[in-house]
């Protein structure tokens, strides 16, 4: 059984229930092979420079991985590595500009934020007087906060496929896939934040009980004591388990979406075939 990308006379888009459950489906039929390069992944991530440019790549390998089964044309993992291992230096340029790119939109738009934020202020106090402060207070940091991750998401959008270009196709530079991504993005942002936000909600349970959970009992512990380096050393142990297993989830959405928007915008006639029960062994 499968279900149809769309054909080469009609392109519609999946809905958004179908991207994220299409990429579980992946996950789960490719648990061992994707959790085994996740791992590895996040080793690498202590070694800076170096180690940051293969965990891009391997991120982009396992979308990669995910890209081929949903075009039944699956390849092994040392046939996938043949071709992202030469473009290295690429994943990292395109992990780093995105990067750069998200951490310059925040300044901005936190600016901005301020400014409508404090206007707000002003005119609610002339309104309310003094005893409307907390009231002017509590809605421009509402406002703030809204335009800050309202825009993070919106721009994210429109970048949140930008490794998978470089990890399938050919004869592309990291710059000409980040390009790509905002091409591919461009006429469905409402529809991908819609995805990104469900993914999200999605793992939210697992990384608040590897991720934040531990991290809380840091608060009420002296720095430098035995008991928060043990503390500290389990929250550690438990962020890196946790993006471990999100991080797979992540890069086969990534792979789903890619190809749905390229079967919508470039005609693509591709199925999703139904993929076999999971092989835990």
């Given at each position: 059984m499968s279900e149809n990308f769309g054909s080469s006379g009609q392109i519609q888009?999946?809905?958004?229930?179908?991207?994220?459950?299409?990429?579980?489906?992946?996950?789960?039929?490719?648990?061992k092979s994707y959790l085994n390069l996740a791992a590895i992944a996040?080793?690498?991530?202590?070694?800076?420079?170096?180690?940051?440019?293969?965990?891009?790549a391997i991120s982009g390998l396992i979308s990669r991985l995910a890209f081929g089964e949903l075009?039944?044309?699956?390849?092994?993992?040392?046939?996938?590595?043949?071709?992202v291992n030469p473009r290295l230096w690429s994943f990292f340029r395109v992990g780093l500009q995105v990067a750069i790119s998200l951490f310059v939109i925040y300044f901005g738009l936190a600016i901005?934020?301020?400014?409508?934020?404090?206007?707000?202020?002003?005119?609610?106090?002339?309104?309310?007087?003094?005893?409307?402060?907390?009231?002017?207070?509590?809605?421009?940091?509402?406002?703030?906060?809204?335009?800050?991750?309202?825009?993070?998401?919106?721009?994210?959008?429109?970048w949140v496929v930008a490794e998978v270009p470089l990890a399938v196709e050919e004869n592309i530079n990291g710059g000409e896939s980040?390009?790509?991504?905002?091409?591919?993005?461009k006429a469905s942002v409402l529809r991908i934040v819609g995805i990104v936000l469900v993914a999200f909600f999605v793992t939210l349970p697992l990384v608040f009980v590897l991720n934040y959970i531990p991290s809380l009992f840091l608060l009420k512990l002296e720095q430098g004591s035995t008991i928060y380096s043990i503390v500290y050393f389990i929250s550690w142990i438990g962020s890196l388990v946790g993006?471990?297993?999100?991080?797979?989830?992540?890069?086969?959405?990534?792979a789903v979406l890619y190809l749905d928007l390229r079967s919508r915008r470039e005609g693509l006639g591709l199925q999703l075939r139904e993929p076999p029960s999971p092989d835990f062994r």
């Amino acid at each position: 059984m499968s279900e149809n990308f769309g054909s080469s006379g009609q392109i519609q888009p999946l809905s958004i229930g179908n991207v994220v459950s299409a990429a579980v489906r992946l996950y789960r039929s490719h648990l061992k092979s994707y959790l085994n390069l996740a791992a590895i992944a996040h080793l690498w991530i202590l070694v800076p420079i170096y180690g940051w440019a293969k965990y891009a790549a391997i991120s982009g390998l396992i979308s990669r991985l995910a890209f081929g089964e949903l075009i039944y044309q699956p390849e092994s993992v040392q046939a996938a590595s043949s071709h992202v291992n030469p473009r290295l230096w690429s994943f990292f340029r395109v992990g780093l500009q995105v990067a750069i790119s998200l951490f310059v939109i925040y300044f901005g738009l936190a600016i901005v934020g301020g400014i409508l934020a404090a206007l707000l202020g002003i005119v609610l106090g002339s309104i309310l007087g003094t005893s409307g402060i907390v009231v002017a207070t509590t809605l421009a940091i509402i406002v703030t906060v809204g335009i800050v991750l309202l825009g993070l998401i919106w721009f994210y959008s429109r970048w949140v496929v930008a490794e998978v270009p470089l990890a399938v196709e050919e004869n592309i530079n990291g710059g000409e896939s980040v390009a790509r991504s905002w091409e591919l993005t461009k006429a469905s942002v409402l529809r991908i934040v819609g995805i990104v936000l469900v993914a999200f909600f999605v793992t939210l349970p697992l990384v608040f009980v590897l991720n934040y959970i531990p991290s809380l009992f840091l608060l009420k512990l002296e720095q430098g004591s035995t008991i928060y380096s043990i503390v500290y050393f389990i929250s550690w142990i438990g962020s890196l388990v946790g993006g471990v297993i999100v991080m797979p989830f992540w890069q086969a959405l990534k792979a789903v979406l890619y190809l749905d928007l390229r079967s919508r915008r470039e005609g693509l006639g591709l199925q999703l075939r139904e993929p076999p029960s999971p092989d835990f062994r």
